[in-house]
């Protein structure tokens, strides 16, 4: 079993900046990635980043050149920091991590839980 928490979300005004973070623990595992993703009310989930244990990251074409996202597999952690945000980002952000269980067989994906992050004046 592994949970993965977000922190860091809220109301920042636009073109403010939060910096997300995800914790993962629980079995003993070892991460090969992580992804964040959102979701607005009413729309698509989309990608937002991702970070491979090596560093390759990929990005959202909305969001490239303003987010940033790092990683620190070894704490077991993940960070997205996020710049210049729009009214139109207010969603909520989620953590994903690929990861394989120590002891168990390939690679599966999992989610936490979300954090609202919520972009007005």
């Known amino acids: 079993q592994v949970q993965l928490v977000e922190s860091g979300g809220g109301l920042v005004q636009p073109g403010g900046s939060l910096r997300l973070s995800c914790a993962a623990s629980?079995?003993?595992?070892?991460?090969?990635?992580m992804s964040w993703h959102r979701q607005a009310p009413g729309k698509q989930r989309e990608l937002v980043a991702s970070?491979?244990?090596?560093?390759?990251?990929n990005y959202g074409d909305t969001v490239k050149g303003r987010f940033i996202i790092s990683r620190d597999f070894a704490n077991n952690t993940g960070y997205l920091q996020m710049n210049s945000l729009n009214p139109e980002e207010t969603a909520v952000y989620y953590c994903?991590?690929?990861?394989?269980?120590?002891?168990?067989?390939?690679?599966?994906?999992?989610w936490g839980q979300g954090t609202q992050v919520t972009v007005a004046s």
């Open positions: 629980g079995s003993i595992f070892s991460i090969f990635a």
């Open positions: 994903t991590a690929r990861l394989k269980l120590i002891g168990g067989g390939g690679l599966d994906d999992y």
């Open positions: 970070i491979s244990r090596g560093g390759r990251t």
